[in-house]
């Protein structure tokens, strides 16, 4: 289980998510869209300027820098907030992971919860730049450990990736090919599919990974890699799915924009160690 941790978060750095955003026109045409949009406000009743499209036919390609212009349309305020739920299937066991995403404020923000088998269950929360940890073993119930930052190492990296729309510019660098599947059901909605090819040595270096992370990365993925990416009608990926070495992940995403209840950890509930005592040195009472 560690080294498919490992590879998703090399994939995760890599700025593998942000393939996951696209727009479609509203009346049922996949839109090939100008890059001039209207952003919508930050309040809930915000509407937004459609898309201006061109009619696609199901398996035709569009250029890859249509398709990051048209990743961006749903616009900063809307895509700073998430909800995401991933299951990686492998041999027969399924690695889960739930959590909520807000990328509005100066550092990322991420309550994610994971269900590892033979582990059992794990939360990761990161507020302000710092990460905490709660796992069966490692510390007591309810409990968190705080992970100093230099034992992060790539996850460090990997975990500030968890914007999605930050690297839609290393995605115009590396993506090959992007073809129009068609109209799909996907959890009784109406969606749009597409498949998006990625030169993987091109958006690793576009990310700034290098060296043996580099090397082992490619090595996993082949030299390009395949996406499929499903998108409904306000312009925001529903769903991702794709395959490496043996490993299948879906990874679903809702409450686009929506304010995510994510906290930092209370101090009396911050350990010092593995199994440890409560840290009360990181305390801010006077």
Known sequence: MSTIRTRWAGLLSAGALTLTLGACSDDGTVAE???TQTQPAADAGAT?????ATEVAEGEEIDPTEFVAMMKSPGEAMLSSYTMTM????????????GAVDVSGDS???DMEMEIPGAGAME?????????????GLTPDGKYLEVPPEQLGDTASALEEVDITSQMDTWEEAARKVVYVGEEDVDGQTMRHYQVTVDSAAALDAAGV????????????????????WLDDDNLMRKLAFEL????????A??????????????????QGPGGSVDDSTSTDG
């Open 87 to 98: 299951i990686m299937r492998t041999g027969g066991e399924d690695v889960t992971l739930d």
């Open 210 to 229: 290098t060296g043996d992370d580099a090397a082992a990365a490619t090595s996993a993925a082949g030299e390009e890699f395949v996406y499929e990416v």
């Open 33 to 35: 869209s100008s890059a």
């Open 254 to 271: 809702d409450n686009w924009g929506e304010e995510q209840e994510i906290e930092m950890p209370a101090e009396g509930d911050i350990v």
């Open 124 to 136: 990761m929360v990161m507020v302000d730049g710092r990460l905490f940890m709660s796992m069966a």
């Open 245 to 252: 070495d043996g490993v299948v992940t879906e990874m679903t």
């Open 48 to 52: 937004q300027t459609p898309t201006e």
């Open 108 to 110: 990322p923000a991420l």
